[in-house]
């Protein structure tokens, strides 16, 4: 049955929200991966309109994603796939302004549709971390999911800088700002690091597949359940 639902889910039509809905309700309905779904997230503001229909973080890694800004329908389609979640999310701003608001509000969505999948955190592995090369780069994503928002990112690579820019105007600076707003929404504590030599214009493009892969890797590592936990909240503390 989850089969099927995946093969709706590429067909889905992004445009035709009532579609979204329906396959939400089915998906969350039929779904027998167990229950860490979030299902019809919304966050509407005067500035962007995101839509998440399914985020389930014990997924397959199927994904369907349209937030206007090619480069980060990429990126969110590696972290989903590469973190066996099946996230559905639909996106729209005012990006005649410029990506800004947009960007950032998708990081905004996603830290609060994770959130509310995830729970009290009962029983997860809760720290993680994964390093991905690519070409001749790599990064490294180390996550704490411990309700205390922090964000670090090390910029190792040759002069690369946080200004630099691909052919549509996505820049280094918006992907740092998307990951800062995700982690600190989520309220976990997240680093990365991206090292290389390469300095080209779409050397960018390879720092951030790296770092987008390595996250999805990493919060399902940390997500994941551990049976030797036993249902306990993961902390010394017995709350996080
Ligand atoms: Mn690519």
């Keep these: 049955m989850v089969k099927d639902l995946y093969e709706r889910l590429r067909k889905l039509e992004l445009t035709d929200e009532g579609a979204c809905a329906i396959f939400a309700d089915t998906y969350v309905s039929e779904s027998d991966k167990g229950d860490r779904i979030t299902d019809k997230y919304e966050r509407k503001s005067r500035e ?9 973080i014990d997924g397959s890694g199927e994904s369907k994603i349209s937030t206007s800004i090619g480069f980060l329908d990429h990126m969110l389609t590696l972290f989903s796939y590469h ?4 996230l559905v999310l639909k996106a729209a701003g005012d990006t005649h302004v410029d990506k800004h608001h ?14 509310k999948a995830l ?9 993680a971390s994964a390093e991905v090369p690519m070409d001749m780069v790599s990064a490294k994503v180390l996550v704490d999911i411990s309700n205390r928002p922090a964000f670090n990112f090390r910029d190792k690579s040759a002069g690369l800088g946080l200004g630099v820019k691909d052919k549509e105007g996505y820049s280094m600076h918006l992907a740092r700002d998307l990951l800062e707003s995700f982690a600190k929404k989520l309220c976990i504590n997240l680093h990365i690091e991206i090292e290389g030599e390469e300095k080209e ?4 493009h390879h720092y951030l597949e790296a770092a987008f892969k390595a996250l999805g890797m990493a919060l399902d590592k940390a997500t ?11 902390s010394s503390k017995g709350i996080l």
């Design 83 to 86: 973190g066996f979640f099946d």
């Design 119 to 127: 729970g009290d955190c009962r029983g997860i592995t809760r720290t």
């Design 201 to 204: 214009e779409d050397a960018m």
């Design 102 to 115: 947009l960007n950032e509000d998708i990081g905004i969505a996603l830290g609060e549709a994770f959130k």
């Design 224 to 234: 994941r359940i551990d049976p030797r936990r036993a249902g306990e909240v993961p």
């Design 48 to 56: 962007t309109q995101i839509v998440i229909p399914v985020l389930n």
